[in-house]
């Protein structure tokens, strides 16, 4: 797939994803979700990519929709709704999976975002999916919706009060107000920030940390584990866990971390992150 709205690359293990509508302040469009949707699920697919990162080019991270088009599309819903006909040999479609993110929660890789300027809207909500949040000491961030006449979108209601609390959430999704990055990071929506210079080498710096010293399978199914029991319960949560760790235990990551440990050195994992675990998947 050709790119337009976003730069695609890897080095080193690392896979790159940039928002690349500097003009428009990376707005988010259409084309722009199916690019970012297309290149983050090649990286996820690669063996050889340990980890993700996510910007944005310019001033912004992502500034939001693409106003223009939120336009058009109240606009239209003024419209009214034009008669259906059922023929016979059309089938029926099946119903539209909720949400446009969710895929992001099924990730094997740990994806950090790199949140280089404004972060808004969706630009805020996208990185509720994301397993590090970094942020240039510049940047702000907000919800934005209740000043556009719109509701909270996506995972919002269920990632944000998780990640920074329901007080906290309550008061950013209420007031749509932007708040900088130290309160961000006192809220505990981000994990660090730093100079707005250093933001991608320490975007980099964990990336490749990440990529090669922790064990691919390890990090994929301990993130699976984490996003299915959300809200499982406990009994759950321990027969998955005594499963995937007798799993785990015929490996050779675990053989290998263990001689590294005792040889002093750095592991060389080699479980690639897509390998299945079938009885898992059977229980």
Same mark, same amino acid.
């Given at each position: *797939? ?7 690359? %890897? ?19 259409? @084309? /722009? ?33 693409? /106003?223009?088009?939120? !336009? ?6 003024? +419209?009214?709704? +034009? ?9 029926? #479609? ?14 094997? @890789? ?31 961030? !907000?919800?934005?919706?209740?000043? #556009? ?28 107000? *932007? ?19 250093? $933001?991608?080498?320490?975007? !980099? ?28 319960? $406990? ?8 499963? @995937?760790?007798?799993? *785990? ?9 263990? %001689? ?24």
């Amino acid at each position: *797939m050709e790119y337009s709205e976003i730069i695609y690359s %890897k080095e080193d293990r690392v896979a790159t994803i940039t928002l690349n509508r500097p003009q428009a302040y990376n707005a988010w469009t259409p @084309t /722009m979700s199916r690019e970012m949707r297309d290149a983050i699920q090649d990286a996820d697919n690669d063996n050889d990519v340990g980890a993700i990162i996510f910007t944005g080019i310019g001033k912004a991270f992502c500034s939001g929709a693409d /106003m223009a088009l939120v !336009g058009r599309r109240a606009a239209g819903s003024d +419209q009214p709704a +034009q008669p259906q006909t059922a023929t016979a040999a059309a089938p029926p #479609r099946p119903p539209r999976k909720p949400g446009l993110l969710p895929y992001l929660r099924d990730l094997r @890789t740990p994806v950090i975002g790199a949140i280089n300027g404004v972060a808004a809207g969706i630009g805020f909500t996208m990185p509720l999916y994301f397993d590090f949040r970094i942020a240039a000491r510049s940047a702000r961030l !907000g919800t934005i919706f209740s000043r #556009r006449g719109l509701t909270i979108e996506d995972a919002t209601a269920y990632f944000l009060p998780r990640l920074i609390g329901l007080t906290n959430a309550v008061d950013l999704i209420v007031t749509g107000r *932007m708040i900088s990055a130290e309160e961000a990071l006192k809220m505990g929506y981000l994990n660090e920030i730093v100079p707005d210079d250093q $933001l991608m080498a320490r975007a !980099g710096e964990l990336a490749r940390d990440i990529a090669h010293n922790c064990s691919a399978i390890s990090i994929a199914q301990s993130k699976r584990m984490l996003m299915e029991h959300l809200t499982s319960d $406990l009994e759950t949560v321990l027969r998955d866990a005594d499963e @995937t760790t007798k799993w *785990m235990y015929s490996l050779a990551d675990i053989k290998e971390g263990v %001689k590294a440990f005792a040889e002093k050195r750095a592991p060389r994992f080699g479980v690639p992150k897509t390998l299945l675990n079938t009885k898992n998947q059977d229980r």
